[in-house]
């Protein structure tokens, strides 16, 4: 076992070391002793121990500080904190700074020790356990999204404070999703594996690589002292694309799209926001270029940037301003043709302004975190128009509200839906709230008692754009689903390809196994209707019934297929009150 113990008193040193060789005396215990955290030259030196001791008092030192800075820079060595005094707060605050435990010296006994030891470092394995579950990418096994922010806000401290560069690169694959379609998820999925793989063995090990989501990679170099290696790296990555790439009988020539940003060494009030808008206009400029090119980001991008970030900035007075609303996409049942409910769709009409469609707002909305804001405004407009129409006397029917995992994860997002049912005396059944696959699979621990509080209460979970993510049937059983969403790309291609028609027919039988609603989204076309009708399923919806309306339209088509059923089946209505939508 190889010990690390930080103490600016070589008398106390020599004590802890010799309670050390008493508490594990079957042990090779190797000891090392550093004086002053000034002579800790890099944070790898610590994580290459199994245990760090770290004495409270080092002069212009606090040991509390020492385990709050080595912390938030992503230490993985488990440290014990040594005081000479007997504080219960001193305890708490250093559990809460980092510490794995807090030893009074006067008190150490070689039992004591060996315990807290050990202790500490099983606790440390179980939270690297833990940690990897939560950061890692299930199908190429790289960081993910969380992994990768958290670890480029460690490197730009680590490179600011030893004067080095850092890069990012932001890769997009060209053509993947026609490769995906043509032959199929497990072709798509293995060209991700394989391209996860080569970028992993074109960077050093000490280098990120990361899977950002679909077909997008991230990679942050750091500790790079020139440019001309960030130069070489760039090459390195670019020839990844070269070789091709083999599936079954299959070969892909597989390019990628690379956007690159780099901080100098001298550079300062480095932001991962900045260096990430940077790299994602350089990637934008590369994409333009063509395929398999790489560009760096450089002051003419910064246009596009200030585009967006105008947008954002906009976007953050939209509810005030009164610019948001709200349409309504009608749903209609397969049997009967008639419409069973809505989903919601968010618009921006912005006054004498260049219009912005939700596919461009809503990522900078989720990037910017306005997305927390917007949701819950979204569900609350929601609720005020189901109490007007029900207080109008029109036969309401469950709205589909699109949920961002961000606003899942936020703290309150349980209590605001209660409340907001509560407020407008609606039954939760009203209301069904949709996921994307791709964010539960990837968010699933964190939102499973989330998806059960509400389902408990009435509300309905809807998995959307299924058959493109990778969900678990294990697990998708045991979740709080009613309703699955077939993705759009299936009902696009049903005509012409029978792999598509395959998918719908699997799709179907594994609704109807699991006892779950089908819902078949992107139905353009007459002809679409007539093959889907081959397959079992629930609802229907599509630019071929209707687009998105805004609520007085939705409202009378409401009213007019109200009226109609009453003309057709006046039976069917004695006994009840007379209503406006009669």
Known sequence: ????????????????????????????????????????????????????????????????????????????????LLTGEDNQALDEMACQHGASDYLIKGELTPALLN???????????????????????????????????????????????????????????????????????PAGDALLKEIAARLKSAVRRSDIVARLGGDEFGVVLNGYRSESDIFLLKEKILNVFETPICFGEQTFHCKGSIGIAVIPPD??????????????????????????????????LGEHIQKIAGIENALAQAIERNELVLHYQPKINAGSQLICGAEVLLRWHRENEEQIGPSVFIPIAERSLKILEIGRWVFEQACRQQRSWIDAGIKVMPLAINISPLEIKADGFVPYIKEMLAKYDLDPGLFELEITETALMEN????????????????????????VGHSSLSRLNDLPISKIKMDRSFVRQIETSASSRKICNVMTLLANVLGLS??????????????LSLFAKDELQGFFYSKALPPSVFEKSLIQQAHEEYVAHPQQWLGMPRRRYI
Not at 160 to 183: C, G, H, P, S, V
């Open 518 to 531: 089908l819902v078949v989204k992107g139905v353009e076309e007459q002809s679409q209707i007539e093959l």
């Open 267 to 300: 550079q300062e009030n480095r932001l991962a926001t900045d260096l990430i808008k940077s790299a994602d206009g350089a990637l934008y400029k590369a994409k333009q270029s063509g395929k398999n090119s790489a560009e760096f980001f450089d002051p003419s």
């Open 1 to 80: 076992m190889r010990v690390l113990v930080l103490d600016d008193d070589k008398v106390d040193f020599l004590y802890t070391e010799r309670l050390l060789s008493s508490a594990f005396p079957k042990e090779e215990v190797v000891v090392s002793w550093v004086s002053s955290p000034a002579k800790v030259n890099t944070m790898s030196e610590i994580d290459s121990y199994d245990i760090c001791l770290i004495d409270q008092n080092m002069g212009a030192y606090s040991g509390i500080d020492l385990i709050q800075e080595f912390t938030e820079v992503g230490c993985l060595t488990p440290m014990i």
């Open 115 to 185: 315990r807290s030891v050990r202790f500490s470092i099983a606790q440390k394995e179980q939270e690297k356990k833990l940690a990897k579950s939560a950061f890692t990418d299930s199908l190429t096994g790289l960081s993910n999204r969380a992994k990768f922010d958290s670890t480029l806000e460690i490197a730009l401290l680590t490179t600011e404070r030893a004067k080095t560069y850092l890069a990012l690169f932001l890769i997009d694959l060209d053509d993947f999703k026609i490769i995906n379609d043509t032959y199929g998820h």
């Open 444 to 467: 699933l621990d964190h939102f499973t008692e989330r998806l059960e509080a509400l389902a408990k209460i009435g509300c309905v979970w809807v998995i959307d754009d299924f058959g």
